[in-house]
């Protein structure tokens, strides 16, 4: 995963310190008294479509906990997102109607959401998706989150955990 570690603000914007790539490489391990969470858990991770989220924190979360659950207590989803347009958002709304129809009803002990998105952090808002020019859409982080978790999705948020 490509990482830029250090920024520094130059005349009120901010730059990177340096223009070469830092490479982050990790392991996951457990000790002898680490500790489960034996009851189900839903993992979805928010995706804004065409973003290359290969091997990231979600799926080596899921690949971690593949080894003390089952099919039945482990639920992961990667979910492709964009809604930059008011046709796009509308296609959103029934596409999160049908992801809570088949998640079900919030039998879940532990709910982690990550949401994958390409923003200026210093901008405040985030990145909603492509308009119909083509231009880039960003909205405010509480209409982000309202469009996302829209409908009948919106009671999974409660007692969950939200990566962003």
């Given at each position: 995963?490509?990482?830029?570690?250090?920024?520094?603000?130059?005349?009120?914007?901010?730059?990177?310190?340096?223009?070469?790539?830092?490479?982050?490489?990790?392991?996951?391990?457990?000790?002898?008294?680490?500790?489960?969470?034996?009851?189900?858990?839903?993992?979805?991770?928010?995706?804004?479509?065409?973003?290359?989220?290969?091997?990231?924190?979600?799926?080596?979360?899921?690949?971690?906990?593949?080894?003390?659950h089952?099919?039945?207590?482990?639920h992961?989803?990667?979910?492709?997102?964009?809604?930059?347009?008011?046709?796009?958002?509308?296609?959103?709304?029934?596409?999160?109607?049908?992801?809570?129809?088949?998640?079900?009803?919030?039998?879940?002990?532990?709910?982690?959401?990550?949401?994958?998105?390409?923003?200026?952090?210093?901008?405040?808002?985030?990145?909603?998706?492509?308009?119909?020019?083509?231009?880039?859409?960003?909205?405010?982080?509480?209409?982000?989150?309202?469009?996302?978790?829209?409908?009948?999705?919106?009671p999974?948020?409660?007692?969950?955990?939200?990566?962003?």
């Amino acid at each position: 995963m490509l990482y830029f570690p250090f920024t520094q603000t130059v005349q009120g914007n901010t730059v990177l310190a340096s223009n070469e790539l830092t490479f982050i490489r990790g392991m996951c391990e457990r000790t002898s008294k680490s500790q489960v969470c034996g009851g189900p858990i839903l993992i979805i991770h928010f995706i804004y479509t065409g973003l290359n989220v290969r091997g990231g924190v979600p799926h080596i979360l899921n690949m971690a906990l593949e080894e003390y659950h089952s099919e039945n207590t482990l639920h992961y989803l990667d979910v492709v997102f964009d809604f930059g347009t008011h046709c796009k958002l509308c296609l959103w709304w029934s596409e999160a109607e049908s992801l809570a129809a088949m998640i079900g009803e919030d039998v879940f002990q532990q709910k982690i959401f990550f949401i994958s998105i390409h923003s200026k952090v210093t901008c405040g808002d985030l990145f909603a998706g492509k308009g119909e020019d083509r231009s880039d859409v960003a909205v405010r982080p509480e209409e982000f989150m309202n469009y996302l978790f829209s409908g009948s999705l919106q009671p999974l948020l409660e007692e969950s955990t939200t990566y962003q």
